[in-house]
């Protein structure tokens, strides 16, 4: 009788594991969405590799990315800003975005993920220790390097060997500020004197990406700071230097203070120097167009951001990081497993150098500079690779200042400058020694409440 | 031979017990009990459909896709018919202050610039009032005639929006990537990396299409174009145009929006709650073929969606479904042709639904599976519960005719036992009245003395033969305990008759009734 009764439990048991296990639906797949950085609106390089790892490792795992914004970091930073804050049309937070930690900050850090919980110590010391330090927000791994850059100055230089053979200037006097500063008069000059019945009507040479990164690292070259805890130093002589160099230059029309970025602006022949972020390698064309439909061949040439003589070779450290939207454990798994499989050496050096970045694991590193950069065939991204070399062996860098409002203070900054300068360059004749004491307490007064 | 007789012997008497017998007859009742559950499966359906219950579904969520795709395509038509309105009034309204023709802009970029500036407010505010990717119009003019291969060159503007997972923030960013230069400086958009003044008409090949269908009533002369791969850029995107006509009837161009595939992956999800893996497909019919390289998608899961734009899956039919296959994946589903625009031409629209079909054959296992395990089951339970009922309705049984037999007389609670203990002790006191009383001084009786001082005299083979009498067992159940034939057990017992002087089993029996009786006495 017992054994009966136990044979009719273990039948049961039996079938019940049976049918539980037949009625189980294979593991979910886990969709991640994406807001990425690199490529912009092009063909993007990062689309492709993202596609690699879903038709490879992701299969394997169940893991889908599908990018779902591609823009520049200023857009991305607005946009989550504003799903973070559940702004009206916003809509909802990706799974994974690239950002700089100013973004991780003003969005909340206890909404990210912190990447610790998925990576070991020791993992974390196969990285660059200055690349993960720049992402650790209140002891945590917030934003996780992916890829990292600096800024220098890419140049035109089918025009810069005529304008060269012209005037005497060489691509070297565009390492120093002072040489800088020479050639972009110089060039304003010769543009202008191009049509002599036009007065005033010079071309800039340069257009800054980034202009406010131009007066912190200036300032920084001279031996002080832009910053004054996190308000811009008004009082600091240094501070007021960096701005007046920055304000004459472009008052007098040498500096392009046009919306938008250098590379269309070189490539609308509006500019013919644009210092900017060392990924901008992948966004030139190969011509010039001209309003009427007309081209000119564009070949790009890069030399090291400038440094003022016998200053401290100093740039930015640039490169937004991976950030993940913490809480659901599978697309956490899955974001770090991407992380481990974009970071290793050969998918993260194969990015690198398709994109004009720098690996961010020490061994992708060493052997990244190691090699030289003879295989690469570009001769713009050749070049580019060399000038990075160049900077990497002899500048030291520092990533921006990490306050609560530095992401504001720069939106500001730039929009206020543009307002204060811009009617100087239509002006006609301006008297160019007040320019940078007058501008600056007119900037003072717009943002320094 | 003789084990097997006994083999057989055992087998008759195992059929022959009221507990064997009692499972025999439940049999059929489970064999009722399973054609029900049979006939139960069948009517709801359940086991021999799971096909026909994919098709159906796979119909429905066809239908509803299918009216949502039609419904979208010809209300973004709408929105281009009144851009499309709109600018032809600009257009008239600027040249006829500046006093020129249309065809006066040719060679005059800065008039074409000055006019893209004036449109640009129109195009933006459309492309808000509708839900696609970009918006664009294309003049049938060019900033240049003089340059080559200029005849395929046309001025206008195509704006795209960044965010392409959700086109609707307050300020979505825009991109510059035809039209002159300056339109992004004056309104602080952005170029898109491989922006360029003018438009091709190689790339946009619709133009050329809609110009010489020539056809003024903008209701009938709308498009759908198939997706153009866009030179250097990663959203491929499909375009619904329509001409911009003057009130005279006079060409300028063509309007309308673009619809890239990541965006249409996003505006149209497509979700089931009985597949993790369903994806729509408008896509171009060529043969067997479906160009989904040409075709929008929706649903994210289980086809890549930016891996796609060199996708050509090869359909074939497999039952009332299609078997689809890009090459990496195959897929099961269902498709029915579409028409999205008047001029869809020599464009077979083809829309489908599919699920990957390694979920599809997953899912058809498991509920055969799951049906199978449930009948097992069923019939595990029912032959378990037989052998436990058979056992518990027989032991009492069992066990008071063994009372019985040991002379018992103690009640049972079942009825028939009772009875029959009743009719034994009726049967007692019968023969007591007729004074067949069973006598000290009977026969038998006498006959117990030399019964016992004879029992002495059986060999060991005898004694235990005599015991297994005694236990109550039958020739044939002593011969099946002790492994012996039924002749051998008949052998001993015409020895044990002999050598204890009785003469039938029953006076055996009663004597050795009686010699228990004794037992328990002393």
Redesign the interface.
């Given at each position: 009788?017992k054994k009966?009764?136990s044979?009719?439990l273990v039948?049961?048991l039996i079938?019940t594991l049976?049918?539980s296990s037949?009625?189980k639906?294979?593991k979910?797949?886990v969709?991640l969405?994406m807001?990425h950085v690199y490529?912009?609106?092009?063909?993007?390089d990062m689309?492709e590799l993202?596609?690699e790892f879903?038709?490879t490792v992701g299969k394997d795992k169940g893991i889908?990315i599908?990018?779902?914004?591609?823009?520049?970091s200023d857009?991305i930073h607005?946009?989550l800003v504003?799903a973070a804050n559940g702004?009206?049309?916003?809509?909802s937070l990706?799974d994974i975005f690239l950002a700089y930690p100013k973004t991780a900050v003003v969005i909340g850090t206890d909404l990210l993920l912190d990447w610790n919980e998925y990576f070991t110590q020791e993992e974390m010391s196969e990285y660059l220790p200055a690349f993960v330090e720049e992402g650790i927000i209140d002891g945590e791994q917030i934003v996780f390097p992916m890829a990292k850059s600096s800024e220098v100055c890419f140049i035109n230089n089918t025009v810069f060997r005529r304008f060269s053979a012209d005037t005497g200037y060489t691509l070297d006097d565009l390492l120093t500020w002072e040489g800088m500063f020479e050639v972009m008069e110089e060039y304003y000059n010769w543009t202008d004197e191009k049509t002599p019945n036009a007065p005033y009507d010079g071309k800039a040479f340069m257009f800054y990406d980034s202009p406010f990164n131009f007066v912190q690292f200036t300032a920084r070259q001279l031996g002080g700071s832009f910053f004054q805890d996190d308000k811009i130093a008004f009082d600091d002589p240094i501070a007021k230097e960096a701005w007046s160099l920055w304000a004459k230059a472009a008052a007098a029309g040498h500096i392009n203070l046009?919306?938008?970025?250098g590379?269309?602006q070189i490539?609308?022949g509006?500019a013919l120097c644009e210092i900017g972020s060392t990924a901008s390698i992948?966004?030139f064309?190969e011509t010039v167009?001209y309003?009427?439909?007309?081209t000119d061949p564009l070949e790009v040439v890069v030399v090291p951001f400038p440094v003022f003589r016998d200053a401290e070779k100093s740039a930015v450290q640039r490169g937004t990081g991976l950030c993940a939207i913490a809480g659901d454990k599978a697309k956490e798994e899955a974001a770090a497993e991407f992380v481990r499989w974009f970071t290793g050496i050969e998918a993260n050096t194969e990015f690198c150098l398709r994109m004009g970045y720098m690996p961010v694991k020490n061994a992708a590193y060493e052997a990244f500079f190691a090699g030289g950069f003879e295989q690469i065939e570009a001769a713009d991204q050749r070049s580019l690779f060399e000038s990075i070399a160049i900077m990497y062996r002899d500048y030291s860098f520092y990533p921006s200042p990490l306050f609560d409002d530095y992401g504001q203070l720069h939106d500001d900054y730039v929009v206020e400058m543009r307002e204060i300068l811009r009617p100087y360059q239509t002006a006609g004749t301006i008297d160019l020694d007040t320019v940078g004491n007058d501008t600056w307490i007119e900037l003072e007064n717009r943002l320094g409440g | 031979m003789k084990v097997l007789a006994g083999e057989m012997l055992t087998k008759n008497r195992f059929l022959s017990k009221m507990s064997s017998r009692l499972i025999l007859f439940l049999i059929p009742v489970l064999g009722i009990l399973l054609t029900a559950v049979f006939v139960f499966l069948n009517i709801t359906g359940l086991i021999w459909s799971v096909e026909s219950k994919t098709e159906t579904l796979l119909n429905a969520y066809l239908s509803d896709y299918s009216l949502k795709v039609k419904e979208y395509f010809d209300g973004v038509a709408a929105q281009s018919i009144r851009f499309s309105r709109n600018v032809s009034t600009l257009i008239e309204s600027e040249l006829e202050a500046k006093g020129i023709s249309f065809s006066n802009l040719n060679d005059d970029p800065k008039g074409i610039a000055e006019l893209e500036n004036k449109v640009y407010g129109i195009a933006e505010q459309s492309l808000y009032g509708v839900s696609a990717s970009g918006v664009f119009f294309i003049l049938d003019v060019t900033a240049n005639t003089k340059i080559e291969n200029a005849e395929l060159n046309k001025s206008g503007m195509h704006i795209k929006i960044g965010s392409v997972n959700n086109p609707n923030p307050i300020n979505p960013p825009l991109y510059l990537f035809r039209g002159a230069a300056e339109l992004a400086w004056q309104h602080e958009i952005i170029h898109h990396n491989h922006w360029k003044p003018e438009f091709s008409t190689k790339e946009y090949d619709f133009f050329d299409i809609i110009k010489e269908n020539s056809d003024e009533n903008l209701v009938k002369n709308w498009y759908v174009s198939p997706v153009i791969d866009l030179p250097l850029t990663w959203d491929d995107a499909a375009f619904v145009a329509v001409p911009i006509y003057g009130s005279d009837g006079e060409f300028f161009g063509v309007c309308g929006f673009e619809i890239s595939k990541v965006f249409f992956m996003h505006a149209h999800t497509l979700s089931a709650s009985e597949f993790s893996n369903i994806s729509g497909l408008l896509s171009l019919r060529e043969e067997d073929k479906l160009r989904s390289d040409k075709g929008l998608e929706s649903g994210a899961y289980g086809r890549q969606s930016v891996s796609v734009s060199d996708s050509i899956l090869l359909a074939k039919p497999k039952g009332v479904l299609t078997s689809y296959s890009d090459g990496l994946d195959n897929f099961i589903g269902i498709g029915e042709k579409i028409q999205l625009s008047p001029l869809d031409g020599d464009n077979k629209w083809e829309i489908t639904v599919m699920v990957l079909e390694s979920e599809y054959n997953a899912q058809t296992r498991d509920q055969r599976l799951l049906i199978y395990l449930l009948l097992v089951l069923v019939t595990a339970v029912s032959v378990l519960a037989s052998i436990l009922l058979s056992i518990r309705y027989v032991q009492p049984i069992t066990a008071g005719l063994a009372m019985i037999r040991k002379g018992g007389t103690e009640r049972t609670n079942i009825p028939e036992i009772d009875d029959l203990l009743d009719f034994l002790a009726e049967q007692d006191a019968m023969r007591e009245k007729k004074g067949i009383k069973v006598e000290e001084s009977s026969p038998v009786v006498a006959n117990y003395s030399s019964f016992m001082s004879s029992l002495d005299t059986l060999t060991s083979r005898e004694r235990e033969v005599f015991d297994c009498y005694i236990e109550g067992m039958t020739a044939m159940e002593i011969a099946d305990q002790r492994n012996i034939s039924l002749s051998t057990v008949k052998f001993h017992n015409r020895n044990i008759y002999t050598k204890l002087n009785i003469g039938s089993r029953a006076e055996l029996l009663l004597l050795a009734s009686m010699m228990q009786n004794a037992e328990i006495q002393e």
């Open positions: 009788m009966s009764i044979l009719l039948i049961s079938m049976l049918l037949c009625s639906t294979p979910e797949p969709l969405t807001w490529g912009n609106q092009t063909d993007s689309n993202v596609d879903n038709k889908t599908q990018v779902t914004m591609l823009a520049n857009y607005t946009a504003d702004v009206p049309g916003a809509g990706p046009q919306y938008g970025y590379t269309t490539m609308t509006e992948a966004y064309s167009i309003s009427d439909n007309t | -």
